[in-house]
T-cell receptor, first 114, second 116 residues
């Protein structure tokens, strides 16, 4: 089954404790991206990757890192989490077919930073 | 600076009627627009898109209209069904009319409730 898998689904941590949210897709998509969803602000793009070893900042990259060492994985790293990073995070990969695009999203990771 | 705005946080519609969700943007460089639907506890799913070279795109019960001069787009759902109840996000990007974009900017979302 074609899917984007994020882990963990829920995470509670404390300020300053490094964490990684994993994201994996099995569709051989070149493009992957991370978003956070906050009330009243919608979805905001954190980082995206057009292909392996190619990453770029979205609208809200501060406090986050990403890496794209292989096509299927795109982990999101918070080196020193802070309470304002408490949010719902989504990873996505993109299919391009016949000039049309389609983003496939994971089920989300609810992060709470205390 | 919110470049894509959905000014209606919620919309309530009777089953069978038309739902119209609106979206405004400020960046004149945006040339490709998308709508996504999101159910609780799930990731968003793609609904429909439109390029700036068009002013209308249809897919079944869903139609997206683009008014470039007003920097406004709308999603029409006809007829509305209870299963359409979800959060709807519009999104925009700039890639000279292509689909191989990098950055994608979303609006705040509109909660649609369709009553039986």
């Amino acid at each position: 089954e074609a899917q984007v898998t994020q882990n963990p689904r829920y995470l509670i941590t404390v300020t300053g404790k490094k964490l990684t949210v994993t994201c994996s897709q099995n569709m051989n998509h070149e493009y992957m991206s991370w978003y956070r969803q906050d009330p009243g602000l919608g979805l905001r793009q954190i980082y995206y990757s057009m292909n392996v070893e190619v990453t770029d900042k979205g609208d809200v990259p501060e406090g986050y890192k990403v890496s794209r060492k292989e096509k299927r994985n795109f982990p999101l790293i918070l080196e020193s989490p802070s309470p304002n990073q408490t949010s719902l995070y989504f990873c996505a990969s993109r299919e391009l077919q016949g000039g049309r695009e389609k983003l496939f999203f994971g089920s989300g990771t609810q992060l709470s930073v205390l | 600076d919110q470049q894509v705005k959905q000014n209606s946080p919620s919309l309530s519609v009777q089953e069978g009627r038309i739902s119209i969700l609106n979206c405004d943007y400020t960046n004149s460089m945006f040339d490709y627009f998308l709508w996504y639907k999101k159910y609780p506890a799930e990731g968003p799913t793609f609904l429909i898109s439109i390029s700036s070279i068009k002013d209308k795109n249809e897919d079944g019960r869903f139609t997206v209209f683009l008014n470039k001069s007003a920097k406004h787009l709308s999603l029409h759902i006809v007829p509305s069904q209870p299963g359409d109840s979800a959060v709807y996000f519009c999104a925009a990007t700039s890639n000279a009319g292509g689909t191989s974009y990098g950055k994608l900017t979303f609006g705040q979302g509109t909660i649609l409730t369709v009553h039986p």
